[in-house]
């Protein structure tokens, strides 16, 4: 795999797009200081994403996108791409050519991209991890390389051996599995304490469940024997029901009859008055007609003289046309005349001024060249003039930068000599800091021991916390539910109390109290709506003994005990689709009112639904009241309604005061439950938060101590920064001196030649000068004929002009009167057309008269006729009302007479309702729906046995049935919890043999590894130096995971000592030795080295390049350079300048294999 391609738009200087091309091979990037060539460089480490913006030689990330210069504005993004070819083997399957981008905007946006798809940084570390590609891997060699590698401590200097190993995936993995491995023992610590308090509650739950199940075997029990005895009472309730429907149905029978006779008299009624309003509409058109044809005599008449005025408007019009006609054709002759004349003076002035006229023009032209000669010879002197000046521009400029070169020069040498002072002043700092943060570090520690232990004190009075919270709030729960409870059965008693001595006080004040119809009614849920919808109103009836109680109230409604109503029809309904059942059957009352229920409820039917009430057939009207259970109703008379009556729930007194007694005691012992919790709570409380103000106080000191400690850090790190930026600008220093030397020279040369091209240009001035005094008199002359020629030439053009303007006029005037008098015909034809028009419009008109003073007698006569039809159908109408209200009469007294028979039935259904109702209310089942649970045991022996078990589930107390449910839950929750115990269990020991496998296989890599850079850096080292030896040791055999590195050195001649104590030059040999070294073990597809050879001196430069040769066959070199002989070993040179001032240019030269050692005088110049 090789670096095929490099793409920057953007990025730092290259503010176009820029592509760098590569090929297998040596590589050279050239080019002044300060022109961008390193900024290459900072791209390919950028791409791969890099995330520190010093290592970029910038401050923040934002200082990577162009920022602009005078001449360009700044840009809004930065984008860098990396293209590699032939990657099988080194990257996963499935790449052969990959593509790396990454983008940056200056809100801070990142995006990455793999092969033109978005991707996540990590996905591109993950690519290439293991290939020596990377923001930390050795593919990009650069003097900030040296500098890690000399002034590093032996721990730091890790990376890059790993690195080397391939182990950075496998460190990746351990450190993943480590994260999962802490995760998994803090799920452990808390499930384990889940499992604890689950089994707590399970074991204080299984007594509470066994008693539950007691008192539900005697529920049922009990439920069985009051199932029995409703069973029968409602059997006996039924059959009452039965014969009152009878009674009622005779009633409805006769109901029927007289709404029929009452039906077709209102249909005749209906018949009769539409006839009189069709006949009446019939007369108030006629008189519409009538008034309407009057109106079209009218208009017709007007209109007719309108008409006849027009036409002598017309005539009047076409005589004055027919004049204008015969004037206009006499002018249209005497313009021919005029024109003919015109055009033959014309012809004849052309004639005798034709030779005068090419005189002219040949003199106009010979003195116009005299005048062009001398305009040229100015225009030159002008420019000669313009690049004399020019040049002495030139020659100030270059006198001015002379100047500045020479200030520039001194200002260097000063500069040179305080960063010598600075860099002393750095180093003392840097090691005063490092003291400092030691100390930090012993503090930090002995904080953090003191926190933990307040920390352990804090959980375990969180946890005594917990628990009593956990209780408190289970016996405040349960304080607040009960509370609940007692205060609805409190506000039902209240307002349902409230409610029933006010509706029966309001009836008659004053009197005895009597029953409310709804109150001794017992109406099942499931027939609620139902009941409510059918009777309405008559729910609120208030029962009285006899007819001699009542008297007239408003808004009352009464029922007489006395009354004998029977609505019964006798027809069975039963096979009804839907069927459900017989109101006054299915609802009881009290013993009293089963009369009543008979007579309001005989005639009711209860189906299932709409879908039932809609299926029923029409022979079924009038025989009985249909209604579903959702309270939809049919009547008698085939009305429909929707009504869906609200449910107002029964009361049962009883069990309210029972009911609210047993909830105050309950609510009193809770109470006393929850006093001592509180008090306990609070003391605990008080010590967690003594502990906390203390864990907060330790945190603090320990905060503060961190922080510290992370500025002292930060701190040495940017002295550190500022020591290689000092030895840098140092270096850069030197170099510009030696520039500006260079610049010196090139400026004197430039003065130089300057003085000779003004002499040349000053001499040709002077020529043109002479030249132009002579052309100054001819010009002078040749203005002055030629003003004579021009006045000549343009009197003839004007004479000439006149007479082609009166040619034109004549013409014009002739096509306008033609044009005029055709107009003219054409509206003398269409007047004539609209004078015949209106003549026959007059005729038509006439005869409209005439028919619509026939039309209007015909109408007249047709509408006596009409009125007199009208009172005669009027009478008629008045009759069949009169019959009609008398039939009205007698149908009103049959249903009062219905409406008593139902009320009676009523009364007898509120008691059998009130039966199921409550047998719904305790047991949730349809009393009707029961089967088989009545046996020959008698009513004495079954009534004991109800007692006697209400006792016993008296005597039981409380019982919470829910902790049945609660138990098996929490039991469920117990054994799946240990599950997961054991799960995750086994998943730690899982993780920990795969951290240990891990540790292994990086152990074995990095001494492999290791072993063979030690023996590779020798051999290199002797090559480098000519002889000598250097020596790779491991600070701590028994730690080679962790453990620093130590580099020791002998030159020829001297003795063995660390990398520190030796001289610049053999610290930068001995540092690029192990980077080879490091790379011939484990090469990367690609080397980049930035000015690595900008340390080395000739000699040492010739021994490097023969190393470089040893490793291009098997890896691509692209080296940034100022050395000539490194530049005559490239392939390819990329010349980077900055023709425009903050903006990079790449110039490409390719080298013939033959003259590869001595590169051009082009190549030089850009270098």
Not at 967 to 975: A, G, M, S
Not at 1091 to 1119: C, G, H, P, W, Y
Request: hydrophobic share 35%; net charge negative; aromatic share 6%.
């Amino acid at each position: 795999m090789y670096l095929k391609r490099v793409e920057m738009v953007g990025f730092k200087s290259f503010a176009e797009k820029t592509v760098l091309e590569f090929e297998f091979g040596v590589i050279a990037i050239v080019g002044p200081n300060g022109c961008g060539k390193s900024n290459v460089a900072d791209a390919l480490r950028w791409v791969f994403g890099e995330q520190n913006p010093r290592l970029l030689r910038g401050s923040q990330m934002e200082d990577v996108i162009f920022d602009g210069t005078d001449q360009r504005r700044a840009i809004g993004r930065a984008e860098v791409s990396a293209t590699f070819v032939e990657a099988e083997g080194v990257l996963p399957p499935g790449y052969h050519e990959v593509t790396i981008t990454r983008r940056l905007f200056r809100s801070g946006e990142s995006q990455y991209f793999i092969n033109q798809n978005a991707c996540l940084l990590r996905d591109i570390r993950e690519l290439f991890m293991g290939t020596g590609i990377g923001t930390s891997a050795y593919f990009l060699l650069e003097q900030g390389k040296i500098d890690l590698v000399l002034s590093a401590k032996p721990e730091d200097r890790r990376t890059i051996f790993e690195e080397a190993a391939g182990i950075m995936k496998y460190k990746v993995k351990k450190v993943s599995a480590l994260h999962r491995l802490e995760g998994t023992d803090a799920n452990l610590i808390r499930l384990a304490d889940i499992i604890r308090e689950v089994k707590r509650q399970i074991i204080s739950l299984e007594r509470q469940a066994g008693k539950a199940r007691r008192y539900q075997e005697a529920r049922e029990t009990l439920k069985g024997l009051e199932l029995k005895v409703a069973k029968k009472e409602y059997e006996n309730r039924q059959a009452e029901l039965e014969k009152e429907e009878r009674k009622i149905a005779g009633l409805s029978s006769q109901k029927d009859g007289m709404e029929n006779e009452v039906a077709f008299l209102e249909k005749k009624i209906s018949e009769v008055r539409g006839h009189h309003r069709a006949i009446f509409d019939e007369l108030n058109q006629l008189e519409r007609n009538e008034l309407e044809l009057d109106h079209k005599i009218q208009g017709a008449t007007g209109e007719t003289r309108l008409i006849e005025e027009r036409l002598i408007e017309f005539q009047s019009r076409i005589q004055s046309d027919e004049e204008e006609l015969q004037q206009a054709s006499q002018r249209v002759e005497a313009l021919k005349v005029q024109l003919q004349k015109e055009e033959d003076d014309h012809q004849a002035f052309l004639e005798s001024h034709r030779d005068r006229k090419a005189d002219l023009e040949t003199r106009r032209l010979t003195l116009e060249d005299v005048i062009q000669e001398f305009e040229r010879n100015s225009e030159e002197l002008k420019k000669a003039r313009n690049r004399f000046l020019n040049l002495k521009d030139k020659e100030s400029q270059f006198k001015n930068q002379m100047m500045v070169h020479h200030h520039r020069e001194k200002d260097l040498v000063l500069r040179k000599e305080k960063l010598l002072t600075e860099e002393e002043k750095v180093m003392l700092h840097l090691k005063e800091k490092e003291t400092e943060k030691d100390q930090s570090q012993i503090l930090k520690h002995r904080l953090s021991g003191e926190a933990l232990e307040i920390e352990n004190q804090l959980k375990s009075h969180v946890l005594i916390r917990e628990s009593i919270q956990g209780h408190l709030a289970k016996i405040t729960f349960e304080i607040e539910q009960e509370k609940e409870r007692l205060l609805k059965c409190t506000a039902r008693s209240e307002v349902a109390r409230e409610l029933g001595a006010l509706e029966k006080e309001s009836v008659f004040p004053g009197e005895e109290k009597e029953s409310i119809f709804e109150e001794v009614l017992q109406i099942p849920l499931k027939y609620r709506k139902a009941i409510k919808t059918i009777l309405g109103k008559k729910m609120k009836c208030v029962l009285k003994s006899n007819r001699s109680h009542i008297e007239k109230k408003e808004q009352s409604i009464f029922y007489a005990l006395d009354t004998q109503v029977d609505l019964s029809s006798g027809i069975d309904f039963s096979s009804l689709s839907g069927f459900v059942g017989y109101a006054n059957q299915l609802i009881q009352s009290l013993p009293p009112y089963q009369e009543v229920s008979r007579a309001l409820l005989g005639d009711v039917v209860i189906v299932k639904d709409f879908s039932a009430l809609k299926a029923l057939d029409h022979s079924w009207l009038g025989k009985a009241r249909f209604v579903t259970l959702e309270g939809d109703c049919l009547d008698w008379d085939g009305t429909w309604s929707f009504n869906g009556a609200a449910e107002e729930a029964h009361i049962d007194w009883q069990a309210l005061r029972e009911e609210i007694e047993k909830l105050s005691k309950r609510m009193d012992e809770l109470v006393l439950l929850k006093t001592p919790l509180e008090g306990e709570l609070a003391q605990v409380n008080g010590q967690i938060q003594n502990f906390e103000d203390q864990h907060r106080l330790k945190e603090l000191e320990l905060a503060n101590v961190s922080g510290h400690l992370e500025r002292l850090g930060a701190k040495a790190d940017d002295l550190k920064v500022e020591h290689s930026s000092l030895l840098e600008e140092e270096k850069e220093l030197t170099l510009e001196m030696n520039d500006l030397e260079k610049m010196v020279s090139q400026i004197a040369t430039h003065l130089s030649d300057l003085s000779h091209e003004e002499k040349i240009i000053q001499e040709e001035i002077e020529q043109r000068e002479k030249v132009g005094n002579e052309l100054v008199h001819a010009k002078e002359k040749a203005l002055v004929e030629l003003v004579e020629v021009k006045v000549l030439t343009r009197s003839i053009e004007e004479e000439e002009e006149r007479f082609l303007t009166r040619i034109r006029d004549l013409k014009s005037n002739l096509e306008n009167l033609n044009q005029w008098i055709e107009k003219r015909l054409q509206d003398l034809v269409l007047w004539r057309l609209k004078q015949e028009e209106n003549q026959n419009r007059i005729i038509s008109l006439k005869e409209n008269v005439r028919n619509f003073n026939e039309s209007q007698e015909s109408v007249k006569s047709r509408r006596i006729e009409v009125a007199v039809l009208v009172a005669q159908v009027s009478d008629s109408i008045k009759e069949d009302e009169e019959g009609l209200a008398l039939k009205n009469t007698e149908l009103q007294s049959l249903r009062e007479r219905l409406s008593a028979a139902d009320l009676a039935r009523a009364q007898n259904v509120l008691h059998r309702d009130h039966l199921i109702q409550k047998i719904k209310e305790k047991y949730d089942l349809d009393l009707p729906e029961v089967e088989g649970v009545w046996d020959e045991t008698p009513m004495e022996t079954i009534h004991q046995q109800v007692a006697e078990l209400q006792e016993k589930l008296r005597q039981m107390g409380e019982v919470n049935l829910v902790a049945i449910q609660e138990f098996d839950e929490l039991k469920t929750r117990y054994e799946f919890l240990t599950k997961q115990q054991e799960d995750m269990v086994h998943a730690k020991e899982d993780l920990t043999e795969a951290i240990q496998k891990i540790n292994g296989t990086i152990r074995d890599l990095f001494l492999n590894a290791f072993e063979k850079i030690r023996g590779t850096f020798n051999d290199i080292y002797r090559k480098l130096f000519g002889g000598g030896r250097a020596v790779l040791e491991l600070l701590d055999d028994g730690n080679v995971l962790e453990c620093g590195i130590n580099i020791s050195a002998q030159p020829p001649g001297k003795k063995l000592q660390v990398i520190s104590l030796l001289s610049g030059g053999e610290k930068s040999m001995t540092a690029l030795a192990l980077l080879l070294a490091i790379f011939k073990v484990r090469p990367s597809p690609f080397c980049f080295m930035d000015e690595m050879d900008a340390a080395l001196d000739e000699s040492n430069i010739i021994r490097f390049l023969s190393l470089l040769d040893e490793f291009k066959a098997q890896t691509q070199f692209v080296l940034i350079t100022h050395n000539k002989k490194t530049i005559g070993v490239a392939d390819i040179v990329y010349g980077v300048t900055m023709e425009e001032s903050g903006v990079s240019k790449l110039v490409s030269i390719r080298l013939p294999k033959s003259n590869k050692e001595e590169p051009s005088q082009e190549v030089l110049a850009v270098g």
